[in-house]
């Protein structure tokens, strides 16, 4: 029988394009926008504020890869 002992918080890391800050998130992090339809996440950067944007924590990583 499989007994989980601790879930597994999945982290990203992602460098800032602006102050150059590499940092790292995980899913609680991010802050989801736009209309149900067409949703997307958003996360700023804790140096200078930066707003980046994609369509979910892994396109974030992907997208600004650290």
């Not at 879930?7 to 995980?26: A, L, N, S, W």
């Not at 996360?43 to 369509?55: I, K, Q």
């Amino acid at each position: 029988m499989i007994k989980i002992i601790r879930h597994g918080i999945k982290q990203y890391r992602v460098t800032c394009p602006v102050c150059k800050c590499i940092f790292e998130f995980d899913e609680s992090d991010v802050e989801a926008f736009g209309p149900p339809y067409d949703r997307a996440v958003r996360l700023n950067c804790p140096d200078c504020g930066r707003e980046m944007e994609g369509w979910d924590a892994e396109d974030l990583a992907k997208s600004y890869g650290g």
